[in-house]
């Protein structure tokens, strides 16, 4: 417990130290229409992955050997750098993976800093009871992973999709802290998958059910609480999520029939190495659908 304490208490202070540095940190470039971040951190830093599929190569050469390739929203330890380069109009370095020792191009990255001591997951309970639901929202968790100054997480599109139209994707946007509640900013990269699990290139030109709520109106706040087992978090907007030893004491009570659905989350450490095991978020496994 003393030590969940004391993971949580680190986190918070060292957002707090960075809020007013958020501004100055991220400096967004618009290039022929991408979107390159500030690469002015101290290495080692990690590049969280904002291409469906970014090859890893032997040198820092667009037509060098591929040796390796990682998807969107995985996030990587970089340890050296080149001088800037134009790729597809686009000006940035060639950075060094630290585990396959190839070269990634900054230019399909979003670059933070790397501190094992900011990496955090929300391990998620979910408490339901005598509800009624259909749609892929009522399944859908946000349930997002903390790397330096960003939160990853995967999110329903479409309610009931059909055929190949969007499924699920992963988003990646900022955090920041305030008194005590993790804010999830609007996100930045959107990356969308079909009901085969495959990569939406075209993303932005197609209809999903909450394509206007990601790109205008997110905006999720997760409250910190704390009751006889420990500290944990709720969504703020539903109001029974601060309860979970009643709440799920009354779902253990078959004479009770009152709806019950909620989501609490405890804020868990997670090393850098152990964090990328979880990656890819969404894949076809033996024909199964996953998301994590």
């Known amino acids: ?22 501004s100055l940190c991220i400096l967004v470039i618009l290039l022929t229409g991408m979107e390159s971040y500030s690469n002015d951190y101290t290495l080692p830093c990690i590049g969280i992955v904002t291409g469906s599929k970014l090859a890893c190569r032997k040198e820092p050469n667009i037509k060098s050997e591929i040796i390796n390739y990682y998807e969107f929203g995985t996030p990587i330890k970089l340890i050296e750098k080149s001088n800037k380069v134009v790729v597809n109009n686009i000006n940035n370095f ?16 979003i670059i933070t800093n790397y501190n094992e001591k900011e990496i955090f997951i929300f391990e998620n309970e979910r408490i339901r ?42 988003i990646i946007g900022k955090y920041s802290l305030k008194d005590e509640q993790i804010i999830f900013e609007k996100p930045i990269k959107i990356a969308g998958y079909d009901s085969n699990a495959k990569y939406i290139e075209n993303l932005n030109s197609q209809n999903y059910d909450i394509k206007d709520y990601l790109l205008k109106e997110f905006h999720r706040e997760y409250s910190r609480n704390s009751d006889t087992e420990g500290v944990f978090y709720y969504d703020k907007k539903i ?9 799920r004491n009354k779902c253990k009570n078959k004479n009770i029939n009152e709806e019950i659905w909620i989501d609490v989350f405890v804020l868990k450490k997670l090393s850098l190495k152990d964090l990328q095991k979880i990656f890819p978020l969404i894949e076809l496994k033996n024909n199964k659908y996953i998301v994590k």
């Open 1 to 22: 417990m003393l030590e969940m304490l004391a993971a949580i208490k680190q986190l918070e202070d060292t957002i707090l130290n960075k809020i007013s540095l958020f």
């Open 129 to 170: 009871c005598n509800v009624g639901c259909g749609g892929i929202s009522c399944f859908n968790i946000f349930n997002p992973y903390i790397v330096g100054e960003y939160y990853i997480a995967t999110h329903f599109l479409n309610d009931y999709p059909q055929g190949n139209s969007p499924q699920f994707g992963i």
């Open 239 to 247: 109001k029974d999520n601060k309860f979970r030893i009643n709440n």
């Open 94 to 109: 060639w950075y060094k993976d630290d585990k396959s020792k190839g070269w990634l191009f900054g230019g399909y990255l």
